[in-house]
């Protein structure tokens, strides 16, 4: 059943991506809201039909030896180590509805936030988490085991693609803990299509693969979200 569904999803989406660009220029981190210290470097984004995006990514199987969260360095300081402000306070900014003020030591006050996730709006800095899209214990399992340091701490404060760390409620980002889509998708119904496509568009920049179960889960949501498209941008 999955087989037929897997095959028939790329099929329908092999025939829509025929008729889309491949690739577009795009500043690397470029969405609505981002922060004026975001990179200005262009870079050249990739966009695919939602399934034919989950059929880019490789199968392998995950192995959680060694793992330990220290060895994602985070947060770091950021885009703008001038600025005070660190990957976690920067993120907050970027992503905000309603400005907060910044004060001295990149202390937040005011302001406004959409957990989209859980469709809540949050008024409080300190009450909401920035979540890692893809967790980084499935980082780990999913081929980061094998990377420097460097690029371990790269990862864990990416802000090259708006996607790869988002601001929700911490009790959100704590039911999902590290589990991929297979195990916790968002209670939001809105927040379905979105979310995934942007697990997918996060495994693609960073080379990361699936499990069999996880794969068979990108290929449902997917067949449910015609139109969507994945978008990202290859990690340097």
């Given at each position: ?24 220029a795009?500043?690397?981190?470029a ?7 975001a990179?200005?470097?262009?870079a ?6 939602f ?17 330990d ?12 180590p ?6 976690r ?5 970027a992503?905000?509805v ?24 949050v ?6 988490d920035?979540?890692?899209?893809v967790?980084?214990a ?10 420097t340091a460097a ?6 404060n ?5 996607s790869s760390?988002?601001?929700?409620t911490?009790?959100?980002n704590?039911?999902?803990s590290?589990?991929?889509?297979a ?7 809105s927040a379905l ?7 997918t ?13 996880e794969?068979?889960r ?5 067949a449910?979200c ?11």
């Open positions: 059943m999955i087989t037929r569904l897997k095959r028939a999803v790329l099929a329908a989406a092999v025939c829509t991506a025929a008729v889309l660009p491949l690739t577009l795009a500043p690397a981190g969405a609505p809201g981002a922060s004026s210290s990179p200005t470097t262009a050249l984004a990739e966009s695919t039909p399934a034919a995006a989950v059929a880019l990514l490789p199968v392998g199987v995950e192995d959680r030896t060694g793992y969260r220290d060895k994602f360095r985070h947060w770091n300081t950021g885009l703008d001038a600025d005070g402000c660190n990957t306070a920067e993120v907050l900014i992503e905000a309603e400005a907060p003020a910044i004060g001295a030591r990149c202390a937040l006050t005011g302001g406004s936030w959409w957990s989209y996730y859980d469709e809540q709006t008024t409080s800095a300190g009450t909401l920035i979540d890692h899209m967790p980084l499935e980082a780990w399992d999913s081929g980061a085991d094998g990377w690029r371990r701490e790269a990862y864990a990416d802000q090259g693609q708006a760390l988002v601001a929700v911490a009790r959100s704590r039911s999902k590290d589990q991929d889509p195990e916790w998708l968002p209670p939001a119904e299509c979105r979310y995934v496509s942007e697990w568009a996060t495994k693609l920049r960073w080379d990361l693969t699936v499990d069999e179960n794969q068979d990108l290929f449902l949501v997917a449910g015609t139109g969507t498209t994945v978008t990202w941008e290859t990690a340097p």
